[in-house]
């Protein structure tokens, strides 16, 4: 815009075309073609809670069983991630696309209503959650990238996943409470990527393995939470405002206090950025 400004006032264009032209920038720049270039990617590795196969105080029999995703606590339930960010004003549901990865049973994609920010989701088996912690560390560390086409407004879209993601979360159990990754990550591709665990203590139990994969921690926790979808939405909306570290982090704090009502200074306890 301010080159064509610039144009006018060096040249002997006539202003009404001027006008034009400012007219037809402004389309070009809201248009749905313009607003899909280079978007940016959240996955989420989310590991279904099971009752039978992981270390955890029992749930309800239905929200614990993990080979069933529409009523799974993480997964179809109220705070569900699939459910929660489907009945989000500030969420718009893009597809289910198919995933051909043993261990996944759904994947979903949504788009955030204010920025150029897609999030893909994959439910994982409860009894597989090595698997879910394994490609979610990977992932932080630039392994296995992948990319997702679809379509959105009539306009194919590709989606950079995993491994090429802008940032990797995990939600669910704190698998490394049970067991030990095979063998470390470490981090390549194009820069360092962000990443986000929402999971009980998650920084004393992932801290070597993504300073291994070379992720940088957005948001992890020091102590017990209930890693629902609130949580997880609310530090996305600070992420796609472009917020700072700490900016999101209170963000987080204050969405899960308006949930759990622990108290907002346990609640800033609760979650760290950084190292």
């Known amino acids: 815009m301010a080159l064509l400004i610039a144009l006018a006032r060096r040249?002997?264009?006539?202003?009404?075309?001027?006008?034009?032209?400012?007219?037809?920038?402004?389309?070009f720049a809201s248009s749905p073609l313009h607003a899909q270039e280079r978007p940016k990617t959240v996955h989420v590795f989310v590991a279904l809670c099971d009752n039978k196969n992981q270390g955890i105080v029992?749930?309800?029999?239905?929200?614990?069983?993990?080979?069933?995703?529409?009523?799974?606590?993480?997964?179809?339930?109220?705070?569900?991630?699939?459910?929660?960010?489907?009945?989000?004003?500030?969420?718009?549901?893009?597809?289910?696309?198919?995933?051909?990865?043993?261990?996944?049973?759904?994947?979903?994609?949504f788009k955030h209503r204010g920025s150029n920010l897609f999030l893909v989701a994959d439910a994982y088996r409860g009894d597989r959650i090595r698997d879910a912690v394994t490609d979610f560390v990977a992932s932080a560390g630039g392994e296995n990238p992948e990319t997702i086409d679809i379509r959105f407004d009539s306009a194919p879209v590709h989606l950079r996943a995993r491994g090429a993601a802008d940032l990797v979360v995990y939600v669910g159990h704190n698998g490394l409470m049970d067991f030990r990754l095979p063998n470390p990550v470490s981090g390549k591709g194009r820069q360092s990527r962000q990443a986000?665990?929402?999971?009980?203590?998650?920084?004393p139990y992932f801290e070597v393995a993504l300073r291994e994969a070379g992720a940088q921690p957005l948001l992890w926790t020091t102590g017990l939470m209930a890693p629902e979808a609130y949580?997880?939405?609310?530090?996305?909306?600070?992420?796609?405002?472009?917020?700072?570290?700490?900016?999101?982090r209170q963000r987080a704090a204050r969405t899960y206090h308006q949930y759990q009502r622990c108290g907002l200074r346990a609640a800033l306890r609760l979650f760290v950025t950084g190292w």
């Open 196 to 203: 986000i665990v929402l999971a009980c203590a998650s920084k």
């Open 11 to 27: 040249t002997a264009i006539a202003p009404s075309r001027i006008c034009v032209l400012l007219i037809l920038w402004s389309l």
């Open 58 to 109: 029992p749930v309800p029999e239905q929200l614990g069983r993990g080979d069933d995703p529409a009523r799974n606590l993480y997964w179809g339930a109220a705070y569900g991630v699939k459910t929660f960010f489907r009945r989000s004003a500030k969420w718009e549901w893009i597809a289910a696309p198919a995933v051909k990865r043993d261990g996944v049973l759904e994947r979903i994609v």
């Open 231 to 248: 949580t997880l939405a609310g530090a996305l909306e600070g992420w796609a405002r472009n917020e700072s570290a700490e900016q999101i």
